[in-house]
């Protein structure tokens, strides 16, 4: 097999990386340059909004409040979903299909749906700017991933685990722990990095479920982006900072992430 | 609960227990809050203190208002567009892509990037590459002689969706390439010795067991695209004039900004319905297909 097979997936990376490369050096460029000429690379490099970002409270934790609300998510979705995957995946009960399209239908339902509900409802229980306001509401879309994910990576180990478990007279929950993690780890692994995935990118209910106490960074931004009016090279350095983390995950689970894209199915 | 009681009690009172802990996340955060919606959209309210029951009012009003019917259009409109480039691209890059080895995993990583970028950054993103005159797509779009305009309808159009493709094509890509590594060796080594031609070897061995993954995929893109709110916005504040202004964009403003809150849960609920149609056909779909699998 030749290169050449291969250059639709090559031509492709390119077409994804060209406006990230874009979106990095004009995090580097003065805003005389952004808005004077269209430039290949900073010509007069600055690390000014750089240091903005990191020194000024106010930019810097929009990245803190994100990264607690999503940790928090994953650590609700996935601890959840785990046991509810296992009842899938090894029980035969009443209404089974059923519950598991409930499920599945509200990962197809979008957040705008259920933005009105969740402002007004965050607001009397006093979760209004909490982190965990917003790791709570982020669940109605990743619980479901969740399960789903791991319903999957479940069903693909032996069935003979749990036997010789019972056999070894193994308890429930040390079968849990002991046997059924471990052999599920790189699942688990996974489905935290797709509930990271869809709880880092969502804009709307995050911001409209916070005020200051946890407004993320995309909100910040929007902020900035009215205040700085043309202040592109603000917005650069931040979503460059935006996007760190995603990649940091990626690189984590990299050995695992087709199979997570297959739902566990491929091995 | 002991552990001991579950292994004796199994089949009934296990599963349940299991699903307990999920089940009550859901209901918190998914079906008391749908609750509220569904009765937002059959009462009215004065000052959200007293709720006066209207029937069907707001759903006679939203879908006889010709701004809905044009944000519908619109933003279907965009989701089969989005599809119909986004599922034969895809497909055609997994297709091609290396089966294993560094090039493969370098090649999947990146791949994954787009994904990983919050909707508001990939507006910022393409905001800036299409500004004009220093807009890098601005330029290239000059280079081929084209100029990139965005007050005119069908350029915004067109760098929406470009915008979209760069966005999210990649789900399908992976999701397909994860579909095609799941068909074992064996089929290819029988499709060599009856010297199949590459187009049967897909048509009859890859397309078919493709078709779960490529479900997955379309349904994933539809529901997504139906409903994008972010991006496009910050791009194009919902024009020029109104042409890209989405569903989400008329719901957001009539229950937010407006404050028309039993309008606007109607037209949740009108959305709820559409998403409840396509998910059951998907389910059909997925049912048959794992069936035949």
């Known amino acids: 097999m030749t290169r050449s097979r291969h250059i639709a997936p090559i031509a492709y990376v390119l077409f994804l990386m060209v406006p990230l490369y874009w979106l990095i050096t004009m995090g580097f460029k003065t805003n005389g340059e952004i808005a004077g000429q269209l430039t290949l690379w900073p010509h007069d490099p600055t690390l000014q909004h750089f240091a903005v970002i990191f020194t000024d409270r106010a930019w810097w934790m929009g990245y803190v409040h994100a990264s607690l609300y999503v940790s928090l998510n994953v650590i609700i979705s996935v601890s959840v979903a785990i046991p509810a995957a296992y009842a899938f995946a090894r029980h035969d009960f009443p209404g089974k299909r059923p519950l598991f399209f409930g499920f599945l239908l509200f990962r197809m339902m979008a957040p705008v749906i259920l933005l009105v509900p969740f402002v007004q409802l965050s607001l009397d229980t006093g979760l209004f700017d909490t982190h965990i306001g917003v790791a709570l509401a982020h669940c109605f879309f990743n619980v479901p991933v969740a399960v789903w994910i791991l319903e999957g990576f479940i069903s693909a180990v032996p069935r003979e685990i749990d036997e010789s478990a019972k056999i070894d007279g193994y308890g429930f929950m040390r079968f849990f722990i002991r046997l059924l993690i471990p052999a599920i780890a790189p699942g688990i692994a996974v489905t935290a990095f797709f509930c990271f995935m869809f709880s880092w990118v969502e804009y709307l209910l995050a911001n409209a479920l916070t005020a200051v106490e946890a407004k993320p960074i995309a909100g910040i931004m929007t902020r900035a982006g009215g205040v700085l009016f043309g202040d592109y090279g603000m917005l650069a350095a931040a979503s460059v900072l935006g996007f760190i983390p995603g990649v940091l995950c990626v690189l984590l689970v990299r050995k695992h992430l087709v199979r997570g894209f297959s739902m566990g199915r491929v091995s | ?293």
């Not at chain 2, 084209?146 to 890509?173: F, P």
């Open chain 2, 1 to 293: 609960m002991s552990a001991k009681t579950a292994a004796v009690t199994t089949n009934r009172l296990e599963p349940a227990l299991l699903l307990t802990p999920a089940i009550l996340v859901m209901l918190a955060c998914g079906v008391v809050p749908f609750g509220f919606v569904a009765f937002y959209a059959v009462h009215d309210t004065f000052a959200g203190n007293d709720f006066l029951f209207v029937g069907l009012q707001w759903f006679k009003q939203v879908l006889t208002s010709s701004d809905f019917h044009w944000a519908m259009l619109r933003s279907l409109g965009f989701s089969l567009l989005a599809l119909a480039i986004q599922i034969p691209l895809g497909l055609y890059i997994a297709l091609r892509m290396p089966r294993s080895g560094m090039l493969a995993s370098v090649l999947v990583v990146s791949m994954a990037i787009p994904l990983l970028t919050p909707t508001l950054v990939v507006g910022y993103l393409w905001k800036v590459l299409a500004l004009p005159n220093t807009g890098l797509l601005t330029a290239v779009f000059a280079l081929a002689g084209l100029s990139l305009d965005m007050n005119s309808k069908i350029w915004t159009w067109i760098m929406l969706l470009l915008m979209d493709t760069w966005h999210w094509t990649s789900l399908v890509v992976l999701l397909a390439y994860a579909g095609l590594k799941a068909i074992p060796d064996d089929y290819y080594r029988a499709a060599r010795i009856d010297a199949a031609s590459a187009w049967s070897v897909f048509r009859y061995i890859q397309l078919p067991k493709l078709k779960l993954v490529l479900a997955i995929a379309a349904i994933l893109r539809f529901m997504d695209s139906l409903v994008i709110y972010a991006e496009t916005y910050v791009v194009t504040r919902g024009g020029p004039g109104v042409s890209t202004t989405f569903l989400s964009h008329e719901l957001v403003q009539t229950a937010t900004i407006q404050f028309d809150l039993g309008e606007g849960s109607a037209m949740a609920v009108i959305y709820f319905f559409i998403v409840l149609a396509v998910a059951l056909l998907f389910f059909r779909q997925v049912t048959n297909a794992e069936r035949q699998a």
